[in-house]
């Protein structure tokens, strides 16, 4: 059974910073790259980051790119997001989720309850 479970989310100020976990078990077996998305009130889903295994290979939205930083030591280790510089319209749930990356394909099949990040300006 795969289980994810993010921390880290809260509140903060426009320009301020936080860092996402996402810990878990079971993922290692099924899947062989972690990600980050996150979904505004309103709002469709939208994909962040992800990491493949090994760290080999590292995608990034562009609305995120030069802020926030996707790491994972290994897969049996965390997940985190690093957000910095963060805007208001960074306020959404964010949720970890563990799929099947090759190249520019990413399935993201198992997911986490969520975190909540809230930006005020």
């Known amino acids: 059974q795969v289980q994810l479970q993010e921390s880290g989310g809260g509140s903060v100020q426009a320009g301020g910073s936080l860092r996402l976990s996402c810990a878990g078990s079971g993922y290692i077996y099924v899947s062989n790259c972690m990600g980050w998305s996150r979904q505004a009130p309103g709002k469709e889903r939208e994909e962040v980051a992800a990491?493949?295994?090994?760290?080999?290979?590292?995608y990034y939205a562009d609305s995120v790119k030069g802020r926030f930083t996707i790491s994972q030591d290994n897969a049996k280790n965390p997940m985190y997001l690093q957000m910095n510089s963060l805007k208001p319209e960074d306020t959404a749930m964010y949720y970890c989720a563990a799929g099947y990356c090759s190249g520019a394909y990413r399935d993201f099949n198992y997911w986490g309850q969520g975190t909540q990040v809230t930006v005020s300006s």
């Open positions: 990491i493949y295994t090994g760290g080999n290979s590292i």
